[in-house]
């Protein structure tokens, strides 16, 4: 096998890989050359040239193997429902001191519909169940994202979101006013669902521009998903909080699922989580920024 400079017998014993993986898929697999990739916030990420298709290699530390597992899973229930394309899992385990996840190869391009990215979105969040959280506990980035399944989504996202985030904050020496406004909203935040009560639809749960991509026949693609059943609106505040998604992408969702009018308000309380999380992820000035939401929702709510 040939590798590129900066080799991956850094992070994994690859022959001892090729063994395992072999056994996994219950036929030969030999690695012909493996490059790196650069992107990976999270993880060492590789393509890997193998015969009869290339596939794309996360690795990590043991520790981590678990989060693996989880985005493994994720992949797999959101290709299930055969609207969005996702790479999906070949194998996954632990090599060492190492954990890997082996997904589909696939070549990712930014050219592509907006307009089908939201209709096929709008498909996704129809898959629905008659409860809001997920079967197990996943991740979001490298922050524990509980989900206890529950019957009432303003208790799940109170207790399973926001008060989370908080509680990270507080432990992360975050600014008492930050905290201060935050569990006010805590108590408050029930006036933002008083006529509102959103169906449970599957969410990707992490869907910001640097998610997404199109493939070689321009269709839409979307990973490392941190999925749950929930409000969908979650999905769409996000795509406005990092930017990148376009107007025919809206105008297609929208025309495909409308949202309620108490989005406008309800985006900005959502995206709280995730500047939260961005918070206890980063510091920085993420902690003013999610004080500065926590206010604006508050003055909605007067």
Known sequence: ?????????????????????????????HIEKITPIAGGDISKTFKVQCKPN?????????SMYAMLQSEARNLEALGKTETLRVPLPIAHGQVGNHCYLLLEFLEFHQSGSGATLGRLLARLHRHTENYYGWFEDNWIGTT???NTKCTDWVSFWRHRRLAHQLRLAKH?????????????????MDGLFENYSPESSLLHGDLWSGNFAFDAKARPVVYDPACYYGDRETDLAMTELFGGFSREFYSAYMEAYPLDGGYRVRKDFYNLYHVLNHFNLFGGSYAKQAEQTCLKVLSELK
């Not at 590798?3 to 697999?29: F, H």
């Not at 290339?54 to 043991?62: E, G, S, V």
């Open 1 to 29: 096998m040939s590798l590129e400079p900066e080799t991956a017998n850094a992070c994994i014993d690859l022959q001892a890989l090729e063994v395992q993986l072999s056994r996994k898929i219950a036929k030969p697999l």
């Open 54 to 62: 290339p596939c794309f290699l996360k690795i990590h530390h043991t």
């Open 144 to 146: 524990s994202q509980p």
């Open 172 to 188: 992360n020496c975050a600014p008492n006013t930050l905290l201060e406004h935050g569990e006010h909203l805590l108590c408050d």
